[in-house]
C-alpha cells in the first residue's frame, strides 16, 4: 500500500475526508478541485460587514470530525473548537404557538407538555423508539459499504433483519408521528426531520424517525467561527499532513484502461494514478467524467432530494425571540411538499428557516444587526422559472415573517444575496442543484444510491452526498471513513 497514489476529484467535505484517512494510511493523496476554494457546498463569504456560511447550517454528530483528527495523529484544539446549543430551535406556528426545543430530553418534553397535547411520557415513550431504530441499523446503512457481502454476516446486521418489522418501513414518517403523537402541531414538528435529508415526511419511510435521536441525543453545536471552519479546519489539516491541492482544475475525465482507473485528465493532459476517488456528485462523474463507461440508469433517475433558495439579509435591528436556529412553519406542511416534490414549484406559504450565526458570533454582524440567513425548502431544478419564483417567493418570505414577529422586516434588510438551485448546482456541480443527492421519498432509497466503488472498473471509488451512505455532514464524512477502509483492504 506505502506510496500508492490516490487522485481526489473534489475538495468537498468528503473529499477531504477521504484524504485525511488515505493520507494517515501512507497513500500519496492528491485533490483536485474546480472552484479556487475548499469546502464545496461548505462555503462562506463576507460582505458589508456581514458574513454568511453559504450552505450547511446545523452542525451535528462532531465525533465524526473529531475522529479524523484522531486518525491523523494531530491535536485538534489548534484547527477546530465547538460547543454544545442548550436551545436547538425556537419554532413559530402560524396559530401563535411558539415552542423552544432545548436539548435536555426530559426539559424536552415537559416543556412540549405545556406547549402540545401531549403526555411528556408519550415524548418519552417517542425518543426511545428513536434511539432503537438508530442502535438497530446505523452500523448497517451509515458505517460500511452496503454492497460488499461480508456487510450481510455481521451480528448487527443480521439483528437489524430480525427486527425489521419494527424499523416503520412500511409507514411513512407522517403516518407515523401521526400515530405516535396526535397533536397536530407536534407532528409537524418531528415531520421537519424528512427535511434533514432533502425528503418529504408524506413518503419517506416511517424508519426516519430514528434522525430526532441525533438531535436529540447527539446534540446540537456550534463551531467556533461558523459552519465554514469545519471545512476549513479539514483543509489546513489535511495539507498539514501532506496532501496536495489543486485549485480552479477542473477534472475533464476519467482515464479507465482494461477495466481499472489508471488517472484523470486535467486540460486535456495526463494525470496518472493507482486509485481515483470522486467526489463529484454521482450524475456529472457519469455523465461528464466516464462518458464511455455504461452508466447504471436505474440509480441516475432517482428523484433528487429537495434544493434550497436562500437570501442573505443583512437585517439593521436584533431580535431578542430569535435564536441560532429558528423555524416559521407553514400553516399547510402536506400542501408544501406536494408543491415541493409532485408539482415540482413552491407553495406560496412556505416553512422558513432563518439561520442566525451573530447570535453566537457577534463579529458575524455590524453593531445592533443580524446576519439571517433565510432559507426555504423548494425543487430541485428541472427547468423551472426561478427569477419568478425568487420574486414571489421573496414578497411570501417577508409578509410571513413580517406577521409572526410582528414588525415590517422589509424596512430592515440593508444587504442581500441569493442562492437558488442552480446556482447551487453551477457552484459544486450538484446534479439539479439537490442538496442530499437522491432524496430518500422511498423505502429501497437507502439501496438505491450509488456503492462507494464500482465492481466493473478496479481502483474507483465514490464518496460524498449523492452516493452512500447519503448526504448531509455527518454522513458525508462517514463516506470518506467507508471509502477509505475499501481502498486499504483491497490495496
Ligand atoms: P460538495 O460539497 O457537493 O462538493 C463537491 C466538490 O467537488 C465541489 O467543491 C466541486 O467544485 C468539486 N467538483 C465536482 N466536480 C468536479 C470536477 N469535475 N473537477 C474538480 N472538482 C469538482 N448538511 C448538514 O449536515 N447540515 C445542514 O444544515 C445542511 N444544510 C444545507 C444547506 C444548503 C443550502 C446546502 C447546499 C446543503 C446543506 N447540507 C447540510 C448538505 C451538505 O452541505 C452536503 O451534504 C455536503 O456538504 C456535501 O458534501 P460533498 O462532499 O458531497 O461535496
Redesign the pocket.
Known amino acids: 500500500m506505502k506510496n500508492q497514489s490516490v487522485v481526489i476529484?473534489?475538495?468537498?467535505?468528503?473529499?477531504l475526508a477521504s484524504a485525511i484517512r488515505l493520507k494517515a494510511k501512507g497513500f500519496k493523496v492528491s485533490v483536485?478541485?474546480?472552484?479556487s476554494y475548499?469546502?464545496?457546498?461548505?462555503a462562506a463569504f463576507s460582505e458589508n460587514g456581514y458574513r454568511f456560511d453559504?450552505?450547511?447550517?446545523?452542525?451535528?454528530m462532531p465525533q465524526f470530525v473529531e475522529d479524523l483528527f484522531k486518525v491523523a495523529n494531530v491535536d485538534i484544539s489548534n484547527y477546530f473548537q465547538y460547543k454544545k446549543k442548550e436551545v436547538v430551535c425556537n419554532y413559530f406556528y402560524e396559530d401563535g404557538t411558539t415552542f423552544s426545543a432545548v436539548a435536555d430530553e426530559k426539559e424536552f418534553a415537559k416543556n412540549a407538555e405545556n406547549t402540545f397535547n401531549v403526555k411528556a411520557e408519550d415524548l418519552e415513550t417517542y425518543f426511545k423508539q428513536s434511539k432503537r431504530k438508530y442502535d438497530l441499523t446505523a452500523s448497517l446503512f451509515l458505517e460500511k459499504s452496503l454492497h460488499k457481502f461480508s456487510t450481510y454476516f455481521s451480528k448487527d446486521t443480521l439483528k437489524a433483519i430480525f427486527n425489521v418489522g419494527s424499523l416503520d418501513i412500511d409507514t411513512t414518517l407522517d403516518a407515523y408521528n401521526s400515530k405516535m403523537l396526535k397533536d397536530e402541531r407536534l407532528v409537524q414538528f418531528f415531520n421537519r426531520f424528512a427535511t434533514y435529508n432533502g425528503s418529504s415526511p408524506y413518503q419517506t419511510p416511517g424508519i426516519m424517525s430514528m434522525i430526532p435521536h441525533l438531535e436529540q441525543y447527539f446534540g446540537t453545536y456550534f463551531p467556533k467561527g461558523g459552519m465554514h471552519s469545519i471545512s476549513m479546519s479539514l483543509f489546513q489539516l489535511a495539507k498539514d499532513i501532506g496532501v496536495d491541492f489543486y485549485f480552479n482544475?477542473?477534472?475533464?475525465r476519467i482515464i479507465t484502461d482494461k477495466n481499472k482507473a489508471i488517472g484523470i485528465q486535467i486540460s486535456g493532459e495526463k494525470v496518472f494514478s493507482d486509485i481515483v476517488v470522486s467526489?463529484?456528485?454521482i450524475v456529472?462523474t457519469y455523465r461528464?467524467?466516464l462518458k464511455e463507461e455504461k452508466a447504471p440508469e436505474k440509480i441516475l433517475n432517482q428523484p433528487r432530494s429537495s434544493s434550497?433558495l436562500?437570501f442573505y439579509w443583512g437585517i439593521k435591528k436584533e431580535f431578542r425571540q430569535l435564536d441560532l436556529h429558528n423555524i416559521f412553519f407553514s400553516e399547510d406542511y402536506k400542501t408544501e411538499f406536494n408543491y415541493i416534490f409532485n408539482r415540482k414549484e413552491v407553495h406560496n406559504d412556505p416553512t422558513v428557516y432563518i439561520n442566525i450565526t451573530s447570535k453566537e458570533e457577534k463579529g458575524d454582524a455590524p453593531e445592533s444587526c443580524e446576519n439571517w440567513f433565510t432559507?426555504i425548502n423548494v425543487p430541485s431544478n428541472t427547468g423551472q422559472d426561478w427569477d419568478k419564483i425568487i420574486k414571489q417567493a421573496r414578497e411570501n418570505i417577508i409578509k410571513k415573517v413580517s406577521r409572526l414577529l410582528k414588525e415590517d422586516i422589509s424596512k430592515l434588510i440593508e444587504f442581500e444575496a441569493i442562492?437558488d438551485p442552480r446556482t447551487?448546482e453551477s457552484?459544486?456541480?450538484?446534479y439539479q442543484g439537490a442538496?442530499?443527492g437522491a432524496s430518500s421519498n422511498n423505502k429501497y432509497a437507502a439501496f438505491l444510491r450509488h456503492p462507494n466503488f464500482k465492481s466493473s472498473i478496479k481502483n474507483l471509488y465514490f464518496?460524498?452526498?449523492?452516493v452512500h451512505p447519503g448526504?448531509?455532514?455527518?454522513?458525508?464524512l462517514l463516506s470518506g471513513k467507508i471509502v477509505s477502509d475499501l481502498i486499504a483492504k483491497t490495496n
Open positions: 476529484i473534489g475538495a468537498g467535505i468528503a473529499g483536485y478541485e474546480a472552484n475548499p469546502g464545496g457546498k461548505l453559504m450552505g450547511p447550517s446545523l452542525f451535528t482544475t477542473k477534472v475533464e467526489n463529484s456528485d456529472p461528464k467524467l434550497a436562500i432559507m442562492l447551487i457552484k459544486t456541480q450538484s442538496l442530499y464518496c460524498g452526498g449523492s448526504g448531509g455532514i455527518p454522513l458525508c
